[in-house]
């Protein structure tokens, strides 16, 4: 390990034991992510998803640093991203069992918001199909797009405040790429169940899991964006 390695780690350490040694302060983050959901979402993927990059980033180059990565517009990016996730696991959450209700499972919704059960994993694995098989491609494309965009202007802000040129990115992407990897592989062998977790914890819980994981959507894509 370098030394940049023990400097992330203790960074880390920094920002979340307060939340598990000091319990006033995790009370004001379960109020606060309780009256602004949104808010904690952005911040949660802006500071996590961001890291996974810089990690996905040392895995490839060895280095958390490159010019021209753009960590604060990458920040940005995500948080964004989480607002949009964030916003999508309630839909989701909400419409899938109703869904499944019309379709003949009477009580989806109950069975949903109720104890750990066989049909609560079920519902569960639902929701986690339906939200990562419609919003996940979107999601991650926009991703790349966004990613794309910021290399192209430097990993500067004032070249993040640009417009986005979608035509010409979307062309140029590796599609092949984005196809037999990031949606073949890691929707159905991680996401689905990942999220089906995910969907299993309490309602307050899932945005943070969801940030969480997103330190690993973080490495693959990074990793996919240098594939060869």
């Given at each position: ?27 004001f983050y379960k109020s ?75 009580d989806a919704p109950a ?31 926009f991703h790349k797009i ?83």
């Amino acid at each position: 390990m370098k030394r940049s390695d023990f400097v992330l780690i203790a960074c880390i350490v920094i920002v979340f034991l307060p939340f598990f040694v000091c319990e006033p302060v995790y009370d004001f983050y379960k109020s606060f992510n309780a009256s602004h959901g949104m808010i904690t979402a952005f911040i949660k993927f802006a500071l996590l998803s961001t890291t996974g990059e810089l990690i996905g980033l040392r895995i490839v180059t060895g280095s958390y640093l490159k010019k021209g990565f753009g960590i604060l517009p990458r920040a940005i990016v995500w948080g964004v991203l989480g607002v949009c996730i964030n916003a999508a696991m309630i839909v989701f959450s909400g419409g899938v069992p109703v869904f499944l209700q019309y379709m003949g499972m009477a009580d989806a919704p109950a069975v949903f918001a109720g104890d750990l059960s066989w049909g609560k994993l079920f519902v569960a694995f639902c929701v986690s199909v339906f939200m990562n098989s419609f919003f996940g491609p979107v999601f991650m494309t926009f991703h790349k797009i966004t990613d794309a965009h910021i290399l192209a202007g430097g990993g500067t802000l004032a070249g993040f405040f640009r417009p986005i040129r979608m035509g010409e990115i979307m062309s140029s992407l590796n599609w092949k790429v984005q196809w037999d990897f990031v949606f073949k592989k890691t929707i159905p062998l991680f996401w689905f169940p990942a999220h089906t977790v995910t969907f299993l914890l309490p309602g307050d819980m899932r945005t943070l899991c969801a940030a969480l994981l997103g330190v690993a959507l973080g490495i693959l894509l990074a990793v996919a964006a240098r594939k060869k």
